[in-house]
Nanobody, 123 residues
């Protein structure tokens, strides 16, 4: 069983940065793919960035060049560095993990989810 706890969200001005952290507990070493998703009320959850155990990454087009995902399996931590934030990035951000390599970008392929951390960007 794996538990995921996100932190690092908050309220910032456009152009500022935030770093999200996802602390995992349990059998994390078996988590092949890990990712960040976001959701705003009334919209579907969308993939933001994901990384597999070999270091291959996926980024949504809307965040390429601004967000960076990384993982530290030794400390069971997943990070999302978010730079040049804009109001369109406002959402609840969720950490997700799965022991298989299925699809980095598809939320349906992730078995474990955190509770989320809110990111609000004002103009």
């Amino acid at each position: 069983h794996v538990q995921l706890v996100e932190s690092g969200g908050g309220s910032v001005q456009a152009g500022e940065s935030l770093r999200l952290t996802c602390q995992a507990s349990g059998h994390v070493s078996t988590m092949y793919q890990m990712g960040w998703f976001r959701q705003v009320p009334g919209k579907e959850r969308e993939g933001v960035a994901a990384i597999d155990r070999g270091g291959a990454t996926f980024y949504a087009d809307s965040v390429k060049g601004r967000f960076t995902i990384s993982r530290d399996d030794a400390t069971k931590t997943l990070y999302l560095q978010m730079d040049s934030l804009n109001p369109e990035d406002t959402a609840m951000y969720y950490c997700a993990a799965d022991p298989g390599l299925k699809s980095l970008r598809a939320s349906s392929t992730y078995r474990y989810w955190g509770q989320g951390t809110q990111v609000t960007v004002s103009s």
